[in-house]
């Protein structure tokens, strides 16, 4: 009983020490994947507990960073993301939770203005180059965030509504 008293609470954590996100969408004329990735950002994630508003990791990437392969790629991403008036997307992770070797967070989804909050988020660990890597994929549309699809030459290169989201947390070993 006294020991309970005394020892700290025991908190498991995490090192972040890089991100990735990746978009992809189907097309009329085959996919699109748009890429951003960071090594820049590092933080301390605190686990199994829900994390104060000011304390999470915040992920803000600014759209017109997004690698889609070519540059009239980009410009179709910039614009259908609005990045004009919204030129960030950003990615908070609320919680993280340790579930045996895999981790279950809740996110927000900040794209084009509007909060996306998304629950029970399944992240598997894959070891990497000295680090581990923990990545989910997520399921949207562009008609859940608000926005419309992109259309090109007269209508016949279609985007199809949905969109797989790919977060990718690099955590130190």
């Not at 997307?89 to 996110?107: A, F, P, R």
């Not at 988020?121 to 949207?140: D, E, Q």
Request: hydrophobic fraction near 40%.
């Amino acid at each position: 009983m006294l020991s309970a008293v005394v020892l700290p609470e025991k908190r498991e954590y995490v090192v972040i020490t890089g991100n990735k996100v990746s978009v992809a969408a189907g097309t009329s004329l085959g996919s699109i994947n748009c890429a951003y990735t960071s090594s820049t950002q590092k933080d301390t994630l605190v686990l199994n507990r829900q994390i104060p508003q000011g304390d999470r990791l915040k992920l803000a990437i600014p759209v017109k960073d997004f690698n889609c392969g070519n540059i009239l790629l980009d410009r179709d991403f910039e614009k259908a993301l609005n990045a004009s008036q919204h030129p960030y997307t950003k990615i908070e992770v609320v919680c993280l939770k340790k579930e045996g070797k895999s981790y279950k967070g809740n996110l927000n989804l900040i794209v084009a203005g509007k909060t996306i909050p998304l629950r029970d988020v399944n992240f598997h660990a894959y070891p990497g180059k000295g680090v581990t890597n923990l990545k989910s994929n997520i399921c949207l549309n562009f008609s859940e965030l608000g926005l419309a699809t992109p259309r090109k030459m007269g209508g016949l290169f279609k985007v199809e509504d949905e969109l797989q989201v790919m977060v990718e947390l690099q955590v130190a070993e």
